[in-house]
Protein backbone atom coordinates (compact mmCIF):
# COMPACT_ATOMS: atom_id res chain seq x y z
CA UNK A 1 0.00 0.00 0.00
CA UNK A 2 1.49 3.45 -0.57
CA UNK A 3 1.19 6.04 2.41
CA UNK A 4 1.25 9.97 2.17
CA UNK A 5 2.56 11.33 5.22
CA UNK A 6 3.72 15.14 6.17
CA UNK A 7 6.62 16.07 8.58
CA UNK A 8 5.93 19.13 9.93
CA UNK A 9 8.70 21.17 12.29
CA UNK A 10 7.98 24.56 13.78
CA UNK A 11 10.24 24.80 17.07
CA UNK A 12 14.76 24.51 17.01
CA UNK A 13 16.35 24.13 13.74
CA UNK A 14 13.68 23.10 11.70
CA UNK A 15 15.63 21.92 8.66
CA UNK A 16 17.71 19.33 10.67
CA UNK A 17 14.71 17.99 12.37
CA UNK A 18 13.07 17.52 8.96
CA UNK A 19 16.31 15.83 7.43
CA UNK A 20 15.98 13.85 10.92
CA UNK A 21 12.30 12.49 9.95
CA UNK A 22 12.81 11.93 6.72
CA UNK A 23 16.29 9.51 7.62
CA UNK A 24 13.98 7.68 9.79
CA UNK A 25 11.51 7.29 7.45
CA UNK A 26 14.06 6.16 5.21
CA UNK A 27 15.35 3.93 6.95
CA UNK A 28 11.64 2.52 8.44
CA UNK A 29 10.20 2.22 5.28
CA UNK A 30 12.57 2.74 1.96
CA UNK A 31 12.92 4.30 -0.82
CA UNK A 32 10.12 7.18 -0.73
CA UNK A 33 9.19 10.17 -2.66
CA UNK A 34 9.12 13.82 -1.43
CA UNK A 35 7.97 16.94 -2.49
CA UNK A 36 9.48 20.56 -1.43
CA UNK A 37 9.33 22.48 1.53
CA UNK A 38 6.34 24.29 2.27
CA UNK A 39 6.51 27.12 5.35
CA UNK A 40 3.15 27.32 6.98
CA UNK A 41 1.56 29.37 9.79
CA UNK A 42 0.76 26.85 12.72
CA UNK A 43 -2.67 25.61 12.59
CA UNK A 44 -5.32 25.59 15.30
CA UNK A 45 -3.13 27.43 17.72
CA UNK A 46 -1.52 31.36 18.13
CA UNK A 47 2.12 30.74 17.68
CA UNK A 48 4.87 33.29 15.77
CA UNK A 49 7.14 30.45 14.80
CA UNK A 50 6.11 28.76 11.37
CA UNK A 51 6.08 25.58 10.28
CA UNK A 52 8.29 24.42 7.53
CA UNK A 53 6.62 20.94 6.17
CA UNK A 54 7.47 18.41 3.45
CA UNK A 55 5.14 15.65 1.93
CA UNK A 56 6.44 11.98 1.52
CA UNK A 57 4.67 9.31 -0.10
CA UNK A 58 6.22 5.41 0.09
CA UNK A 59 5.30 2.09 -0.69
CA UNK A 60 4.97 -0.71 2.51
CA UNK A 61 3.24 -4.28 3.32
CA UNK A 62 2.72 -3.18 6.40
CA UNK A 63 -0.23 -2.79 8.31
CA UNK A 64 -1.48 0.67 8.81
CA UNK A 65 -1.50 0.59 12.64
CA UNK A 66 2.21 -0.69 12.37
CA UNK A 67 2.74 2.08 10.53
CA UNK A 68 1.69 4.53 12.73
CA UNK A 69 3.52 2.68 15.23
CA UNK A 70 7.59 3.04 13.31
CA UNK A 71 6.09 6.90 12.87
CA UNK A 72 5.37 7.56 16.35
CA UNK A 73 8.65 5.55 17.02
CA UNK A 74 10.53 8.00 14.78
CA UNK A 75 9.13 11.19 16.39
CA UNK A 76 9.92 9.87 19.92
CA UNK A 77 13.16 9.91 18.72
CA UNK A 78 13.57 12.87 17.73
CA UNK A 79 11.76 13.67 20.66
CA UNK A 80 9.61 12.92 23.37
CA UNK A 81 7.80 15.58 24.13
CA UNK A 82 4.14 16.23 23.52
CA UNK A 83 2.15 17.91 20.65
CA UNK A 84 -0.29 19.40 22.92
CA UNK A 85 -0.15 20.97 26.75
CA UNK A 86 -2.12 19.85 29.88
CA UNK A 87 -5.05 21.42 28.62
CA UNK A 88 -5.12 18.83 25.63
CA UNK A 89 -3.87 22.68 23.17
CA UNK A 90 -1.55 22.24 20.47
CA UNK A 91 2.05 23.70 21.14
CA UNK A 92 5.05 24.51 19.05
CA UNK A 93 6.99 20.92 18.60
CA UNK A 94 10.18 19.95 16.85
CA UNK A 95 8.38 17.12 14.80
CA UNK A 96 5.36 15.97 13.85
CA UNK A 97 4.40 13.59 11.84
CA UNK A 98 0.86 12.71 10.36
CA UNK A 99 -0.28 10.00 7.97
CA UNK A 100 -2.65 12.15 5.76
CA UNK A 101 -3.57 9.10 3.66
CA UNK A 102 -3.30 5.02 2.88
CA UNK A 103 -3.66 4.46 -0.82
CA UNK A 104 -7.90 5.25 -1.07
CA UNK A 105 -8.60 3.62 2.28
CA UNK A 106 -11.23 5.08 4.79
CA UNK A 107 -9.65 4.46 8.55
CA UNK A 108 -11.82 5.67 11.23
CA UNK A 109 -10.17 3.87 14.52
CA UNK A 110 -9.44 5.44 17.72
CA UNK A 111 -5.68 5.76 17.06
CA UNK A 112 -5.71 6.59 13.66
CA UNK A 113 -8.50 7.99 10.80
CA UNK A 114 -7.73 8.39 7.38
CA UNK A 115 -7.85 10.24 4.90
CA UNK A 116 -6.41 12.97 7.84
CA UNK A 117 -9.81 14.69 8.73
CA UNK A 118 -8.43 18.12 8.37
CA UNK A 119 -6.53 17.56 4.87
CA UNK A 120 -8.64 19.45 2.56
CA UNK A 121 -8.19 22.42 5.26
CA UNK A 122 -4.48 22.23 5.18
CA UNK A 123 -2.40 23.75 2.51
CA UNK A 124 0.87 22.34 4.25
CA UNK A 125 -0.70 18.87 3.27
CA UNK A 126 -2.93 19.75 -0.08
CA UNK A 127 0.14 21.25 -1.92
CA UNK A 128 3.07 18.18 -1.30
CA UNK A 129 -0.41 15.85 -1.68
CA UNK A 130 -0.58 17.50 -5.00
CA UNK A 131 2.70 17.27 -5.92
CA UNK A 132 3.74 13.80 -4.90
CA UNK A 133 0.68 12.20 -5.53
CA UNK A 134 -1.60 14.44 -7.88
CA UNK A 135 -3.89 11.45 -8.92
CA UNK A 136 -4.89 10.23 -5.58
CA UNK A 137 -8.46 10.87 -4.66
CA UNK A 138 -10.25 11.50 -1.63
CA UNK A 139 -12.28 8.16 -1.37
CA UNK A 140 -15.16 9.97 0.23
CA UNK A 141 -15.22 13.45 -1.62
CA UNK A 142 -13.75 11.98 -5.08
CA UNK A 143 -11.28 15.12 -5.07
CA UNK A 144 -8.01 15.34 -6.10
CA UNK A 145 -5.57 17.53 -4.17
CA UNK A 146 -5.56 20.24 -6.87
CA UNK A 147 -9.23 20.54 -6.41
CA UNK A 148 -9.17 20.65 -2.74
CA UNK A 149 -6.51 23.34 -3.37
CA UNK A 150 -8.74 25.45 -5.41
CA UNK A 151 -11.87 24.98 -3.03
CA UNK A 152 -9.57 26.20 -0.03
CA UNK A 153 -8.77 29.35 -2.19
CA UNK A 154 -11.74 29.49 -2.75
CA UNK A 155 -12.84 29.82 1.13
CA UNK A 156 -9.93 31.99 1.46
Request: aromatic share 8%; hydrophobic share 35%; charged share 25%.
Amino acid sequence: MFVFINIGSNKGDRKLNLSRAMRGVNQAFGYFEMSHTVESEPWGYESSAKFLNVGMMFYTELTPLEVLDKLQEIEQSISPDSHRDSNGNYIDRLIDIDIVAIDEQVIDEERLKVPHPHLAERRFFLEPMNEIGPDWRHPVTGKNAAEMLADLNNKQ
